[in-house]
């Protein structure tokens, strides 16, 4: 950020001083004009008692956090307020329900920084195996949490299931498609050209879109329609932007404040995929595994578990 003497200075994101322009030269006929009123001030100073508490100027006002960035995929970043840092590699369907979670944290700990990065889990598994510079490790499947304790890079057992998710068939409100009474018979009319799913080899929810398009018998048939987002977030932007015509995207997206209003859904009977269990880790190089743990804790509270409800998550035994 650039400043000029006499304007505002951003500090630690809340408060703000002033840098006053500097002060003239004094003459040297003014020094002796100076030395006088100093004497008188300091004469003023010594004989004053008593003074009125009101006079201190206040405290700066606490502006509140930043509103958190509604795209489907990028960064989420909590204003700075302290030294205490915490990096989070997080599964892109979490990337509207991080947003509350990181607001519940940062009432707890005024004094920490959270930084989230979304992407896709099996991307992360690979980043991280090799030490990418994160505390918390949020996946979409607890397997790549345990694959990363039991290879040492967290502490043995320390991986846990924080969610179930569950997977929807999307398309625009405005395309009237009718998917919500057609579900997956929807695929196979000859207006549907393309169909948007996550990478099954990198994002856990796109292997979940596979397996249900073969369990319900209608792969074959759709096949030459599949396309490939890098994430489940990268699926749902492709419909949502008119890239494809409908897309198999998380119901926790579905829900999200940028797609409930804009979309309608059928979702796919649970039984046609197995189980999306989600699941953590701190990974053992975190800078404040302390500052993790109480992440971890608050994610898997009472509290954490109304917030992932809110977004058609379920505890991950139900």
């Known amino acids: 950020m650039r400043t000029k003497p006499g304007k505002s200075l951003s500090v630690s994101g809340s408060t703000e001083i002033s840098s006053p322009p500097p002060w003239p030269p004094l003459t040297k006929g003014g020094r002796g004009r100076l030395a006088a009123l100093v004497a008188c001030a300091l004469l003023v100073l010594v004989g004053c008692t008593g003074k009125d508490e009101s006079a201190k100027p206040n405290a700066p006002a606490d502006t509140g956090s930043e509103s958190a960035d509604q795209k489907l995929t990028g960064e989420l970043k909590a204003k700075p307020q302290g030294n205490s840092k915490l990096r989070i590699a997080a599964a892109s369907d979490l990337k509207f329900v991080l947003e509350d979670f990181v607001a519940a944290f940062n009432r707890m700990h005024s004094g920490a920084t959270v930084t989230v990065t979304f992407g896709s889990s099996g991307n992360f598994f690979a980043q991280l195996s090799n030490k990418a510079p994160f505390d918390l490790f949020l996946s979409a499947d607890v397997e790549y949490s345990r694959r990363l304790a039991e290879e040492g890079h967290g502490p043995p057992g320390s991986a846990f299931p924080y969610a179930r998710g569950y997977i929807v068939l999307w398309t625009p409100k405005d395309s009237n498609r009718g998917v919500e009474r057609q579900g997956f018979e929807l695929l196979g009319k000859p207006e549907i050209k393309s169909i948007a799913v996550a990478n ?119």
């Open 200 to 318: 099954p080899k990198t994002a856990p929810y796109g292997r979940a879109a596979i397996e249900a398009l073969k369990n319900l018998g209608v792969y074959d048939a759709v096949e030459a329609k599949l396309v490939y987002g890098e994430s489940v977030a990268q699926a749902a932007q492709m419909v949502e932007s008119g890239a494809a015509d409908v897309g198999i995207i998380a119901l926790s997206l579905a829900l999200s404040p940028a797609l409930r209003d804009r979309g309608e859904f059928w979702q796919i009977p649970a039984g046609a995929y197995q189980p999306i269990i989600q699941g953590g880790v701190i990974l053992s190089w975190a800078e404040d595994a302390a500052l993790a743990g109480e992440f971890r804790d608050l994610l898997l509270s009472g509290q954490g578990v109304a917030i992932l409800k809110e977004f058609g998550f379920d505890a991950p035994g139900e």
